[in-house]
């Protein structure tokens, strides 16, 4: 088994939401992705791991941690480390914690999980055992390198995609799925497939892009939105409502809308590439460079029928 994650661990964690049927696909996936085969940097990220394991030196950690950029998720403060993280996710958590929801003892998937940084907020509400699926290596590495300092035995990522789950699941209390609709080819393909990690009942928390409008329609970008290339299909509100409903779900709620600004999503010295600021029109914000809409997302939630 991969040294990242140990098959007792991988077990426990599968055995508290009853899926130990995924035991040996997913062992198998592991070992196959968390290698060097799978990607060129994974020795060197490996070799910060390893490192990180050993040092009680901040200085240190901080540059160990800056050699896993570019971040994405956060913020963190760890290790007597700031990380200060593209998007403001605690923004976003603090959208979430409208929702209400009661995460004291619940099962959660969480997919695109990303870093972990929800997963981790999950945990700190009471949530019994965390899943996260996430297809991007680094993501993981740097949830690894977190949980260090964290030491939470009940959050596990795996490097896997929904599509590639062994259904059928039907285990979770929650599932999440946060900015990951609008990149699918099919949208209702992939609600139907987080109804399928749901108990009847359970409940969907839902983040997305969505374009203004009272009619129900969805548009798709030629090339690039907001210089996205792998953006599909952006719905309005009335549209994602119909998805949902015909994807099996009932009683869903609009959580908030908002309007994504430089101050949630930004560059930062942890992520030096381009963010928000370089995919709007200078001269109107309002737009992306490409003349659409400035990005909007949606928090809803819905129960599987």
């Not at 695109?112 to 929800?118: L, M, S, V, W």
């Not at 929650?174 to 699918?184: A, D």
């Not at 139907?192 to 983040?207: F, R």
Request: proline share 5%; aromatic share 10%.
């Amino acid at each position: 088994m991969n040294e990242f994650i140990d098959k007792q661990k991988l077990t426990e964690c599968l055995k508290a939401v009853n899926l130990e049927y995924w035991l040996e696909d997913l062992s198998l996936l592991i070992d196959e992705r968390l290698s060097e085969k799978k990607h060129g940097d994974f020795f060197k990220w490996q070799q910060i791991i390893r490192s990180l394991l050993i040092k009680d030196n901040t200085t240190d950690c901080q540059n160990l941690f800056m050699q896993l950029s570019p971040w994405r998720k956060g913020p963190f403060k760890v290790a007597g480390t700031y990380i200060d993280s593209e998007w403001r996710s605690d923004q976003k958590w603090a959208r979430i914690e409208k929702t209400g929801i009661e995460f004291k003892e619940k099962n959660i998937l969480d997919v695109g999980c990303g870093n972990g940084y929800f997963a981790f907020k999950m945990r700190d509400e009471g949530a019994k055992t965390v899943i996260g699926i996430e297809p991007m290596i680094l993501y993981i590495m740097q949830f690894f390198a977190i949980n260090i300092f964290k030491k939470d035995s009940h959050i596990l990522i795996l490097p896997v995609r929904l599509s590639e789950l062994p259904f059928p699941v039907n285990q979770f209390d929650i599932t999440f799925s946060m900015g990951v609709l609008y990149h699918q080819r099919s949208p209702i393909d992939h609600l139907c497939q987080l109804k399928k990690t749901l108990k009847p009942g359970g409940q969907l928390v839902l983040e997305t892009l969505f374009l203004q409008g009272s009619s129900s329609f969805a548009s798709t970008p030629e090339k690039r939105y907001a210089q996205m290339r792998n953006t599909w299909l952006i719905p309005s509100v009335s549209e994602l409502k119909i998805w949902l409903i015909r994807s099996g779900f009932e009683k869903v709620k609009i959580i908030d809308k908002s309007v994504t600004t430089i101050n949630e999503q930004r560059s930062t010295e942890w992520m030096t590439f381009n963010s928000l600021s370089d995919a709007l029109n200078p001269a109107d914000p309002d737009l992306t460079i490409e003349g659409w809409p400035a990005p909007r997302r949606i928090l809803v939630t819905a129960n599987a029928i």
